[in-house]
């Protein structure tokens, strides 16, 4: 096991061990995670704030942007499935703000959408040890974008089928 850049400690294996200015390295992974965890803070408490106005659904908005392309996954096969979901909601909610501050219905499903990112944003960012179900977690989120999604609209079958079976089957 390699030791850490900055400390006299293992190195806990992230990638960012790599990135280097003028032939130095500059990040360590403790540095790394502790940025990623301030970004995800800030997140969680304009989320805690948010007043259902387009203001605030536009601080979300590029703040999630803002993470998930920022975010280092490593290789996590939970952070890249996320990822991409994060950096598609960002884009709807930014898109569709005046259609969630007056419409009812879908407001509700961001909203609801939006606490969910939320408790994974905590979970796998904040919490040290969480004992959360990430597996049901994460299949819940891709559906609940997929309804988002066609919700708006923007999410269309892609063949139009004379049988109604060739849709499910």
């Not at 806990?12 to 003028?22: F, H, L, M, S, T």
């Not at 909610?93 to 501050?101: C, F, G, H, L």
């Not at 219905?105 to 909203?111: D, E, Q, R, S, V």
């Amino acid at each position: 096991m390699k030791n850490c850049l900055r400390e006299p400690k293992a190195c806990i294996g992230r990638d960012c061990r790599d990135i280097k200015v003028n032939g130095v390295a500059s990040l360590c992974c403790r540095e790394e995670i502790m940025e990623e965890q301030s970004l995800v803070q800030s997140i969680v408490d304009s989320i805690d704030d948010c007043s259902k106005d387009i203001n605030s659904l536009q601080k979300i908005s590029s703040k999630l942007s803002f993470a998930a392309h920022i975010i280092n996954h490593n290789g996590n096969e939970e952070l890249i499935e996320i990822l991409p979901i994060l950096k598609r909601f960002s884009l709807l909610m930014y898109e569709y703000k005046e259609t969630i501050v007056d419409d009812c219905t879908t407001g509700n499903l961001f909203c609801s959408f939006i606490q969910e990112v939320k408790k994974w944003l905590t979970d796998s960012f904040l919490v040290e040890y969480s004992f959360n179900n990430s597996l049901t977690q994460r299949a819940s989120m891709i559906s609940d974008i997929t309804t988002i999604e066609m919700t708006l609209g923007v999410c269309m079958i892609d063949e139009y089928s004379d049988s109604i079976d060739d849709l499910f089957f």
